[in-house]
């Protein structure tokens, strides 16, 4: 039996977005359009563009262009006209922009600022369902000279190993040391625990000679600098 899955062009000319992106330029498109060009096709009685919105109003909890950060590949294949092929697109463009984000701010991060380290891994880490901890190891001149995965926790608590932190420092003979953790919850403000272990790590760190720069701590598009508030 033959089937017929509807493509973009099966809109009017005027809603097409390639001829729309072609004519106005790619920021004139919807959220639902710019989303179709990469899906191309629907399904049976199923226009792309319709399909793309089924995509974005598919999570209750993200919904938009943040709930592809959130959904993984079983997830997508649920929404009817998303196969695996089409599943494995959206996981793609998801990574695609996160690098391009933290390449947009690549060139600032080797000025270690609590702003340029927030927005290089703002990315990587504000969508994340689960705390995850982070070493920036840097050299006397404060050049990058490797970043780690350190520990991940829980949804609303993480694993802060300060041995761990400091085996690998020593490993990569590290002079200065920023720690990043993110806050699944959107809201970067730091809790009592997260104050106290800064500054048993700040302690640690004068005693064997690797300074804590700083302890960033990564919200929803926010962060929090315990260095910049004074907490140690």
Not at 61 to 70: A, D, R, T
Request: overall charge positive; some cysteine; glycine content about 6%.
């Amino acid at each position: 039996m033959n089937q017929t899955y509807l493509t973009v062009k099966d809109l009017p000319v005027s809603e097409r977005p390639y001829e729309k992106c072609e004519k106005y330029g790619a920021k004139a498109l919807s959220d639902a359009e710019l989303l179709a060009v990469i899906l191309r096709t629907g399904t049976r009685n199923l226009r792309a563009i319709d399909l793309a919105v089924n995509v974005l109003n598919y999570s209750p909890s993200y919904p938009g262009l943040k709930g592809l950060n959130y959904l993984t590949l079983k997830e997508f294949t649920k929404i009817k006209g998303i196969g695996r092929v089409k599943a494995i697109e959206l996981l793609c463009l998801a990574e695609l922009t996160k690098r391009m984000a933290k390449e947009i701010h690549k060139e600032n991060l080797k000025l270690v600022t609590p702003q340029s380290v927030a927005n290089y891994y703002m990315q990587d880490m504000r969508h994340l369902t689960r705390e995850q901890v982070k070493l920036l190891m840097m050299d006397s001149k404060n050049k990058i000279i490797k970043d780690i995965l350190i520990s991940a926790g829980t949804v609303n608590t993480s694993l802060m190993p300060i041995r761990e932190i400091f085996v690998q420092a020593l490993k990569y003979e590290a002079v200065n040391i920023i720690v990043l953790h993110n806050h699944p919850s959107g809201d970067p403000a730091p809790s009592s625990e997260d104050v106290r272990v800064t500054k048993r790590l700040a302690e640690a760190g004068k005693l064997i000679g690797i300074t804590l720069m700083d302890h960033i701590i990564i919200g929803d598009n926010r962060y929090i600098s315990l260095k910049e508030h004074g907490y140690f």
